[in-house]
């Protein structure tokens, strides 16, 4: 059994930093992709950013330069520094993981952490 367990988030004013972290654990064989999804009330989940194992890694458009993923792969954990935060980036974060365990390879997700830009 493979879990995914985030924090960080919170309540932050417009132009604040808010720091995201997640570890997996369980049985784990290899990690492929870890990332982070987000979902607004009202709107489906989207991509925010996900990085390879080798370090490979893709933004959203509306969170580049202002994001920044970051993976231990040696403790299987990923964050996500975000930075001039906007009330648009208010959202539930959702960790996500491709990887491969002793049933087989599958993708895995976080309970999610509630950001909220606000002043």
């Given at each position: 059994?493979?879990?995914?367990?985030?924090?960080?988030?919170?309540?932050?004013?417009?132009?604040?930093?808010?720091?995201?972290?997640?570890?997996?654990?369980?049985?784990?064989?290899?990690?492929?992709?870890?990332?982070?999804?987000?979902?607004?009330?009202?709107?489906?989940?989207?991509?925010?950013?996900?990085?390879?194992?080798?370090?490979?890694?893709?933004?959203?458009?509306?969170?580049?330069?202002?994001?920044?993923?970051?993976?231990?792969?040696?403790?299987?954990?990923?964050?996500?520094?975000?930075?001039?935060?906007?009330?648009?980036?208010?959202?539930?974060?959702?960790?996500?993981?491709?990887?491969?365990?002793?049933?087989?390879?599958?993708d895995y997700w976080g309970q999610g952490t509630q950001v909220t830009v606000s002043s």
């Amino acid at each position: 059994q493979v879990q995914l367990v985030e924090s960080g988030g919170g309540l932050v004013q417009p132009g604040g930093s808010l720091r995201l972290s997640c570890a997996a654990s369980g049985s784990i064989i290899q990690i492929y992709t870890m990332g982070w999804y987000r979902q607004a009330p009202g709107k489906q989940r989207e991509l925010v950013a996900t990085m390879t194992s080798g370090g490979t890694t893709n933004y959203a458009d509306s969170v580049k330069g202002r994001f920044t993923i970051a993976r231990d792969n040696a403790k299987n954990t990923v964050s996500l520094q975000m930075n001039s935060l906007k009330p648009e980036d208010t959202a539930v974060y959702f960790c996500k993981s491709n990887l491969w365990t002793v049933s087989g390879p599958g993708d895995y997700w976080g309970q999610g952490t509630q950001v909220t830009v606000s002043s």
